[in-house]
C-alpha cells in the first residue's frame, strides 16, 4: 500500500492564502495521476484539481484561477495552493493518487483529510 500524509490546513480569513501539501511513501512504486478533493458539511466530496503524468491539469470551475496543483517529483509530493480563499472554500481537504507497482499492481491511496476554514 501506498501511504499520503497531507499537511497545511488552518483557519485563514477571506481572501487569504493557504498552500496543502501531500507526501507520499511506500515500498518501489510511482505515482501516475494525483489530485485534491474536498468535502463540505452536508455535501459531496468534490474533485478540486488533479494533476496527470504528463502534466496535464483540470479545475473545478469554482476555483479556476485561484488555485494550483503541482508536484515536487524528487520528493513523491504534491502541492495545492489556494489564493483567494473564499468562505465557500471551507471544507475537509483529501489528497489522492493513482499508484503503481512493477508486481504489477495498481492502487488508489487516500491522505486523512485536512481541515480549511476561512471565515473573518
Known amino acids: 500500500q501506498v501511504q499520503l500524509v497531507e499537511s497545511g490546513g488552518g483557519l485563514v480569513r477571506p481572501g487569504g492564502s493557504l498552500r496543502l501539501s501531500c507526501a507520499a511513501s511506500?515500498?518501489?512504486?510511482?505515482?501516475?495521476?494525483m489530485g485534491w478533493h474536498r468535502q463540505a458539511p452536508g455535501k459531496q466530496r468534490e474533485l478540486v484539481a488533479r494533476l496527470t503524468s504528463g502534466g496535464s491539469t483540470s479545475y473545478l470551475d469554482s476555483v479556476k484561477g485561484r488555485f494550483t496543483i503541482f508536484r515536487d517529483n524528487t520528493k513523491n509530493a504534491w502541492y495545492l495552493q489556494m489564493n483567494s480563499l473564499k468562505p465557500e472554500d471551507t471544507a475537509v481537504y483529501y489528497c489522492?493518487?493513482?499508484?503503481?507497482?512493477?508486481?504489477?499492481?495498481?492502487?488508489?491511496?487516500w491522505g486523512q483529510g485536512t481541515q480549511v476554514t476561512v471565515s473573518a
Open positions: 511506500g515500498t518501489s512504486f510511482s505515482i501516475n495521476d
Open positions: 489522492e493518487a493513482d499508484w503503481k507497482r512493477p508486481v504489477p499492481e495498481v492502487g488508489r491511496s
